[in-house]
């Protein structure tokens, strides 16, 4: 049975910091690319980073370039996301997801796996 369990979640001030984790099981973890997507109350899915199953590529989308750092550990399958100088606009559910290859999108339906999100509040 495949999982994604997400955690690390919570409410922070705006400037502060948080980092994500998102544990896998019943699936080749280290063969996926893995993803953060997140979903901002009353909005569509944003894709927010991506990363290879080396862990040697990795993408962000420009507005969590600089301050969101995305990784991952194979040996306890987990995968990561820091997130430094969080604003109120991160405000939102993020989701760990997986993929056999690399997709960069806002529909669910492109991933293999997705996880059930942790909620992230950021207030001013």
């Known amino acids: 049975q495949v999982q994604l369990v997400e955690s690390g979640g919570g409410s922070v001030q705006a400037g502060g910091s948080l980092r994500l984790s998102c544990a896998a099981s019943?699936?080749?973890?280290?063969?996926?690319?893995m993803y953060w997507v997140r979903q901002a109350p009353g909005k569509g899915l944003e894709w927010v980073s991506a990363i290879n199953s080396g862990g040697g590529t990795t993408h962000y989308a420009d507005s969590v370039k600089g301050r969101f750092t995305i990784s991952r550990d194979n040996a306890e399958n987990t995968l990561y996301l820091q997130m430094n100088s969080l604003k109120p606009e991160d405000t939102a559910m993020y989701y760990c997801?997986?993929?056999?290859?690399?997709?960069?999108?806002?529909?669910?339906?492109?991933?293999?796996?997705w996880g059930q999100g942790t909620q992230v509040t950021v207030s001013s």
């Open positions: 997801a997986a993929s056999p290859w690399l997709v960069l999108s806002r529909e669910k339906s492109v991933y293999n796996y």
């Open positions: 019943g699936f080749t973890f280290s063969s996926y690319w």
